[in-house]
C-alpha cells in the first residue's frame, strides 16, 4: 500500500505562473481533501472532493484557486497567478467512504518567488 | 464555526520531566486526532480518540478526550530528546461535513 501520493515534493514558481499539485490517494479511498500550511502554523481544509465531484469547497480562496479529482487519474490542485502569499505546504489526505481513516501525504512545498 | 485552541504554543522541557499539552474545542465532535510533524516533514498520526472517556497510550506519550468538557490532553512522560517536534490536535466537524480543524500547534523542546 503506497499511501497517499503527492508530487511534486518541492515547487518553485515565479510570481504570475500556474501551479498545479497532484495527489493520488490511498488505494479504496474515495474522498481527497486538501489542506495548506502557512510557515509556523496549523492546517486549514481547503477543499473536500469525491470522484468527478467538489463536495466542500468552504475553505478555498475565491480567485486563482480549483481542485478537481477526475474520475480518471489524480486529484488535481491548480493555483493561477501565483503571489507570494501563496508560498505554503500543500497537504493532502485521503479516506475510505466513512471519515474515519483519514490519511495525510507528504505534502508539496510551493514557494513562489 | 468550530475552533479549537491549543497551549502552550511553545514548550522547552528537560529531559526526564513530564508536562501536558491541552486542546479545546468549541462544539460537538465524534473524533479528535493528535498529530506529530518535524520540520519539512508531513503529519505522522499519533492516537484517534473516538468517545468520552477515552485514553491511548503509546511509549511516553498519553492522550486522553473529554467530550462533555470539550478537551483533550496529551501527556508526555520522562521526555526525551526524539520527542522535539510540532504536536498538532486535530477535531473532526460532526455530521456531513469531513473537515479537521487543526489546533495552531505546540512546538516542543526538549532540552538535555
Known amino acids: 500500500n503506497a499511501g497517499v501520493m503527492q508530487n511534486p515534493r518541492h515547487l518553485v514558481r515565479r510570481r504570475g505562473q500556474e501551479a498545479r499539485l497532484r495527489c493520488s490517494p490511498m488505494?479504496?479511498?474515495?474522498?481527497v481533501y486538501w489542506y495548506r500550511q502557512l510557515p509556523e502554523e496549523g492546517l486549514k481544509f481547503m477543499v473536500y472532493?469525491?470522484?468527478?465531484?467538489?463536495?466542500?469547497e468552504s475553505g478555498m480562496p475565491k480567485e486563482r484557486f480549483s481542485a478537481e479529482f477526475p474520475k480518471e487519474g489524480p486529484s488535481i490542485l491548480r493555483i493561477q497567478q501565483v503571489v507570494r502569499g501563496d508560498s505554503a505546504a500543500y497537504f493532502c489526505?485521503?479516506?475510505?467512504?466513512?471519515?474515519?481513516?483519514?490519511?495525510f501525504g507528504s505534502g508539496t512545498r510551493l514557494t513562489v518567488v | 464555526e468550530l475552533k479549537v485552541e491549543q497551549n502552550p504554543l511553545f514548550l522547552s522541557m528537560q529531559e526526564g520531566k513530564n508536562y501536558t499539552i491541552y486542546c479545546n474545542y468549541s462544539?460537538?465532535?465524534?473524533?479528535l486526532y493528535w498529530y506529530r510533524q518535524d520540520p519539512g516533514k508531513s503529519l505522522e498520526s499519533l492516537f484517534v480518540?473516538?468517545?468520552?472517556?477515552a485514553v491511548k497510550q503509546e511509549g511516553r506519550l498519553m492522550a486522553s478526550l473529554d467530550t462533555k468538557a470539550r478537551l483533550s490532553t496529551l501527556h508526555i512522560t520522562a521526555a526525551v530528546h526524539d520527542l522535539s517536534a510540532t504536536y498538532f490536535c486535530?477535531?473532526?466537524?460532526?455530521?456531513?461535513?469531513?473537515?479537521?480543524?487543526f489546533g495552531s500547534g505546540t512546538q516542543l523542546t526538549v532540552l538535555p
Open positions: 472532493l469525491q470522484k468527478e465531484n467538489i463536495i466542500d
Open positions: 489526505a485521503s479516506s475510505p467512504s466513512s471519515p474515519y481513516g483519514y490519511t
Open positions: 486535530a477535531v473532526l466537524s460532526s455530521g456531513s461535513a469531513r473537515q479537521l480543524t
Open positions: 462544539t460537538t465532535s465524534d473524533r
Open positions: 488505494k479504496g479511498h474515495s474522498h
Open positions: 480518540l473516538l468517545s468520552n472517556g
